[in-house]
């Protein structure tokens, strides 16, 4: 079984803040990626990865950074947290897609990160 | 407008019955899509990809209309254990091409007894 694991579930922060969310994948997978829940508005794409020191941005990658420094690792980065960061933050994994046929690789969820910016 | 919509619910439904839920999506060049479900309070987990021919898993029946640019997932004879968030999902270009996927807002589940 896939194993994403999230450093923390349940974090507060104060605003201004560098705060740092990390996620590890336990499967060798080449994509890993970042999103945050909110309600009404779903899961959104911050930031993916798909090879180390590689990243690419999302929907809504304002105010956020990523590092992929090894491959089973993808940490995510407030810059400076602000309170309009309070969210539930997801991180995901998955193999390689192939090249230009259909792939249907699913993607594997950590627990979450619960984070309140104060 | 968003990448994928979904009706957000909930819907409410006793057990036995048929429900179905449908999905949009705005980019015609997405090839993935995937109903994944969330339990309340936990991650996202796959439930089933949708192939284009439409594909059954046991009580649940996707389907992909390319035309019209929907899907839909039909849950037939409904448990209470059903009950949850269903999530649309699509497949994503990056700006360098590379795919990411596209989560719809889901739609709530409630099975009654």
């Known amino acids: 079984d896939v194993k994403v694991t999230q450093s923390s579930r349940y974090l507060v922060k104060r605003t201004g803040e560098k705060v740092f969310l990390e996620c590890v994948q336990d499967?060798?997978?080449?994509?890993m990626f970042w999103y945050r829940q909110d309600p009404g508005l779903g899961l959104r794409l911050i930031y993916f990865?798909?090879?180390?020191?590689?990243?690419e941005k999302g929907d809504i990658p304002e105010g956020y950074s990523v590092s992929r420094e090894k491959k089973e690792r993808f940490s995510l980065i407030l810059e400076s947290a602000s309170t309009n960061q309070t969210s539930m933050y997801l991180c995901?994994?998955?193999?390689?897609?192939?090249?230009?046929?259909?792939?249907?690789?699913?993607?594997?969820f950590g627990d979450g990160t619960r984070l309140s910016i104060l | 407008r968003k990448e994928v919509e979904q009706d957000p619910g909930p819907f409410n439904v006793p057990e036995g019955a048929t429900v179905a839920f449908n999905c949009t999506y705005s980019?015609?060049?997405?090839?993935?899509f995937f109903w994944y479900r969330q339990d309340c309070r936990k991650e996202p987990k796959l439930l089933m990809s949708?192939?284009?021919s439409g594909n059954e898993d046991g009580r649940f029946t996707a389907q992909l209309n390319r035309a019209s640019q929907y899907i839909s997932l039909l849950i037939r004879d409904s448990k209470l254990s059903d009950s949850a968030t269903y999530l649309c999902?699509?497949?994503?270009?990056?700006?360098?091409?590379?795919?990411?996927?596209?989560f719809g807002s889901g739609t709530r589940l409630q099975v009654q007894p």
């Open positions: 995901a994994s998955s193999p390689m897609w192939g090249g230009t046929s259909l792939s249907n690789q699913p993607q594997h």
């Open positions: 499967m060798d997978h080449e994509n």
């Open positions: 990865s798909y090879d180390v020191k590689m990243k």
């Open positions: 980019n015609s060049a997405s090839q993935s």
């Open positions: 949708v192939y284009s």
């Open positions: 999902v699509v497949n994503y270009y990056g700006d360098t091409g590379r795919r990411a996927l596209t």
